[in-house]
Nanobody, 118 residues
Framework: QVHLVEFGGGSVQPGGSLRLYCAAS????????MSWYRQAPGKERDLVASISSGGGRINYADSVKGRFTISRDNAKNAVYLQMNSLKPDDTGVYYCNGVNGFSRVEYWGQGTQVTVSS
């Protein structure tokens, strides 16, 4: 059974930092592209950052470039999102996503809330 579980969300003041962690199991993590998406209230779910299976190809949304860092540990089946210099516009539910490199089957976590407010 596939599980993607996110940890690390919470409330933080503008300028603060959070580190999200996604624990994966039940699928071929090492051959999957992993991503973080976020959904702000009343808006669509948007891609924040993605990392290829080997970690050599990383992409970020323009709005988070220079502030967020995605990384992965294939030995631990984990993907991380370090978020610095947080802004109120970063508020939303953050979802972990995995796409199997061969089957293209997609998996989603249940999401973790991030609130940036003074």
């Amino acid at each position: 059974q596939v599980h993607l579980v996110e940890f690390g969300g919470g409330s933080v003041q503008p300028g603060g930092s959070l580190r999200l962690y996604c624990a994966a199991s039940g699928f071929a993590f090492g051959t999957s592209t992993m991503s973080w998406y976020r959904q702000a209230p009343g808006k669509e779910r948007d891609l924040v950052a993605s990392i290829s299976s080997g970690g050599g190809r990383i992409n970020y949304a323009d709005s988070v470039k220079g502030r967020f860092t995605i990384s992965r540990d294939n030995a631990k089946n984990a993907v991380y999102l370090q978020m610095n210099s947080l802004k109120p516009d970063d508020t939303g539910v953050y979802y972990c996503n995995g796409v199997n490199g061969f089957s293209r089957v997609e998996y989603w976590g249940q999401g973790t809330q991030v609130t940036v407010s003074s």
